[in-house]
């Protein structure tokens, strides 16, 4: 009999791919979205498929899945900046009572759970590369406190079910990610240079620029979470791609790979925008076997050819989310 897997955010950048691959390696796939962030054109092509089954539901409020389940992978939450300013309680709830819904449901069914938490768990590290010893520096009531506390509660809530009910967790802790599927205006910061290339408009930096980040390719983040979820290791692990970068060196890849004459602007730097990020992937490379294979240049490419493809609407469409009518009264 096919393995059972529940992926909440399955119609998000990430949680889309995931279905692909869980698809692809023979399981029964079960997607939950209520589509705030998410878009069903990302998994439109799995809605044919008899071992792909789709729940339209908000899983802050109780979650209902009949018959048994084998694993969870916990992927729903708004992930970028300027989501957390539009929806910020649905950002808060979605990792706090969502979780605590998901982690019921696995302990109801007695389902391994994978639960994806970040990089900004770490906050503006003073540590750097990032261990996963290091306890972070976040401002808890800055605009990201809204993401940043509701992650760092479900690795809490997460190792909570894991020592009092025995529960069998995962942690990923997940660094920038990009590639195909990610939303074009969802402020971060690679759909922002390459909307804006095609555009033909500016591209902004926030800040002098001098600010690192540390892209990993989509298709190495899941293998790495599909080696997380076999493994027997229930701390949190660093999954990304440790090859750093400044974001103006980044402007710059990206006028060269879209070919263009972009000039690039500067604009005030977010609040609490961390200095620098980089994982240590040290944990993952042990205890995982994994390691990113895709180089940014091979990753971009095949980015920038997604992008490119979307309709000319869709491009200049600067509102690609159905936000409005779920802001929380
Ligand atoms: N950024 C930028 N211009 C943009 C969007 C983002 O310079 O149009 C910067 C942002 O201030 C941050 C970095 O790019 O320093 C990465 O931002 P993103 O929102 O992608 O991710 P995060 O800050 O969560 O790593």
């Not at 529940?6 to 949680?15: P, V």
């Not at 293998?223 to 440790?242: K, M």
Request: contains cysteine; neutral net charge; glycine residues 6%.
């Amino acid at each position: 009999m096919s393995k059972r897997i529940l992926i909440t955010g399955a119609a998000g950048f990430l949680g889309s791919h995931l279905c692909d691959r869980y698809i692809n390696e023979g399981f029964d796939v079960l997607g939950m979205d209520n589509l705030i962030t998410g878009r069903l054109e990302n998994i439109q092509h799995l809605f044919s498929l008899e071992n792909f089954t789709f729940y339209n539901h908000d899983v802050t409020k109780y979650i209902h899945i009949p018959g048994h389940l084998d694993y969870i992978l916990h992927f729903a939450s708004p992930a970028s900046p300027i989501d957390y300013l539009k929806i910020p309680i649905q950002t808060l709830k979605v990792s706090s009572l969502g979780t605590h819904n998901v982690l019921g449901l696995a302990k109801a069914k007695n389902a391994r759970i994978l639960i994806a938490s970040t990089s900004e768990i770490y906050g503006d590290p003073l540590v750097h590369p990032q261990t996963e010893d290091y306890w972070g520096n976040v401002n808890p009531i800055g605009p990201r406190g809204v993401y940043d506390e509701a992650k760092r509660f479900q690795e809490a809530l997460t190792m909570a079910y894991n020592r009092f009910h025995k529960l069998e967790t995962r942690i990923v802790r997940i660094f920038n990610t990009y590639g195909p599927r990610m939303r074009l205006n969802d402020g971060r910061v690679l759909p922002a240079f390459i909307g804006q290339a095609l555009r033909g408009e500016d591209l902004t930096i926030f800040g002098d620029g001098s600010q690192t980040r540390s892209f990993c390719y989509v298709d190495d983040l899941v293998e790495g979470i599909y080696r997380l979820l076999l493994s027997s290791y229930d701390l949190p692990i660093n999954i990304g791609n440790p090859d750093e970068i400044t974001i103006k060196q980044f402007a710059e890849e990206i006028i060269k790979l879209t070919n263009t004459n972009q000039k690039i602007i500067y604009e005030p730097l977010p609040i609490d925008d961390p200095m620098q990020r980089k994982p240590d992937i040290t944990k993952a490379i042990e205890i995982l076997g994994w390691k990113p294979k895709v180089s940014r240049e091979e990753g971009l490419k095949i980015t920038y050819e997604y992008f490119k493809s979307l309709s000319k609407d869709e491009l200049f469409n600067k509102e690609h989310n159905n936000f409005e009518k779920y802001i929380i009264k």
